[in-house]
């Protein structure tokens, strides 16, 4: 059973540069979710996508954007870099965007930005 | 807004020993759930253990179980029987109950080290 996967594992950007992020459900899993951990700290939520619609988002400015194809991957794209931006990108995927159902996370991408 | 506290930024505990990691968190509602996540320096998100709010008995997974105490909003993991693998940062996560309120609001997350 594979699990969620992502790529890049890691990435050097640097400033005012766009990024794109890839991730891949977990078998069987039609919700993505995308979280920001920067170093030292807990993930913060950034989107999630359901049925190829953004659903929810957190405070994360519109620099952030995502997709969702139809065979459930994701991509989460950044624009205009910044320093600020470095962090550890976790995916997590689940059976639907209810908060009864559980998230399963990759094992992230890791940018850098300089 | 739901806010997640994790006072201990670093614990450590001898293997075979027991050890306990504290959360806090604040909310208003009524029901939620809470999760404990463990992080390897593999990076890889694995969930531990989950309560939900509405349940009084405390959650069990083998070596790990919690102290839900609904009323002072506090959620602690104890783990016995420390094993070398239990080596890694613990976060702790609330998330809404209901809806599309699904996901996860996180601590700062304690980093536990075992010592052989």
């Known amino acids: 059973d594979a699990g969620v996967t992502q790529s890049p594992t890691h990435l050097i950007k640097t400033r005012g540069q766009q990024v794109t992020l890839r991730c891949s459900p977990k078998?069987?899993?039609?919700?993505v979710s995308w979280y920001q951990q920067a170093l030292g700290q807990g993930p913060q939520f950034i989107f999630q996508?359901?049925?190829?619609?953004?659903?929810q988002r957190g405070n994360f400015p519109d620099r952030f954007s995502g997709h969702q194809f139809p065979n459930y991957s994701s991509e989460l794209n950044v624009n205009a870099l910044l320093l600020g931006d470095s962090a550890l990108y976790l995916c997590a995927s689940s059976l639907g965007p209810l908060s009864s159902y559980e998230q399963y996370f990759g094992p992230g991408t890791r940018l850098t930005v300089t | 807004a739901q806010t997640v506290t994790q006072s201990q930024p670093e614990m450590s505990v001898q293997e075979a020993e027991t050890v306990t990691l504290s959360c806090t968190y604040d909310?208003?509602?009524?029901?939620?759930?809470l999760f404990w996540y463990k992080q390897p320096p593999s990076r890889q998100m694995i969930l531990v253990i989950r309560?939900?709010?509405?349940?009084?008995q405390n959650a069990t997974e083998n070596r790990f179980s919690v102290n839900f105490q609904k009323a002072a909003k506090s959620f602690s993991l104890k783990i016995s029987d420390s094993q070398l693998g239990d080596a890694a940062m613990y976060f702790c996560?609330?998330?809404?109950?209901?809806?599309?309120?699904?996901?996860?609001?996180f601590g700062k997350g304690t980093k536990l080290s075992v010592k052989p």
């Open positions: 996508y359901y049925e190829e619609e953004e659903r």
């Open positions: 078998s069987g899993h039609d919700t």
């Open positions: 996560a609330y998330r809404n109950y209901g809806g599309s309120q699904g996901n996860l609001i």
């Open positions: 309560q939900e709010a509405y349940k009084q």
């Open positions: 909310t208003s509602e009524s029901d939620y759930y």
